[in-house]
């Protein structure tokens, strides 16, 4: 996981853009109110897709190979990435729920990668939101604000444009080719460069 990360990271970003990542529209909107939009449409129920962001086995389905989910203000939202390792370097394993309303929106403070400590203990706000668009569809429209000046705060801006669009890319897949096969996809991967350029 951290390789791609690593490869997404790579990617400059332009001030006040937009593009399509395999299904995910994707907005970044710099400036002193700067955040990052993405919007994916899945040819699933709001009551499904709500389920998929909501219920710890149907988040592992395309989040991160384990999750865990306490749905209510406070509780935690997590998604192992790395489940094996210990707490605090699992992935996303740092946000937590801000409010919900069911079946409609969901609020999280939202960690970072470990790769951004200042960020992922400061958090943003990651918001989703859920529309019903007809012939058994949802609109997934996401957006995250909290960012604020620095390096890191840029890098981890920059970064999360770009992971945040992959990410979103793996819930269109289950709900169109079915569940993610994490132990194919950990084998597809790139391994993580060990820091000398190789």
Do not use: C
């Not at 009551?47 to 989040?63: F, G, I, K």
């Not at 790769?115 to 990651?126: A, G, I, L, N, S």
């Amino acid at each position: 996981m951290h390789a791609l990360l690593a490869a997404l990271m790579a990617t400059t970003l332009q001030a006040d853009t937009t593009w399509v990542h395999k299904s995910v529209h994707v907005a970044v909107h710099d400036g002193p109110n700067r955040h990052i939009e993405w919007e994916v449409v899945v040819p699933a129920s709001v009551e499904d897709v709500w389920r998929a962001w909501t219920d710890p086995a149907e988040l592992s389905t395309w989040a991160g190979p384990a999750a865990a989910v306490d749905l209510r203000v406070g509780g935690d939202w997590h998604i192992y990435f790395d489940p094996d390792a210990p707490p605090g370097e699992r992935g996303g394993d740092a946000s937590a729920i801000l409010g919900f309303v069911p079946g409609r929106e969901l609020r999280l403070a939202a960690g970072a990668p470990i790769e951004f400590p200042t960020v992922r203990r400061d958090k943003t706000e990651f918001i989703v939101r859920l529309d019903p668009v007809g012939f058994g569809h949802t609109r997934i429209h996401a957006i995250q604000t909290g960012w604020k000046a620095g390096d890191e705060w840029d890098r981890a801006f920059e970064a999360m444009a770009f992971a945040n669009a992959e990410w979103l890319s793996w819930l269109h897949q289950r709900f169109t080719e079915g569940p993610i096969d994490w132990q194919k996809m950990m084998l597809e991967m790139p391994a993580p460069e060990d820091g000398n350029g190789s």
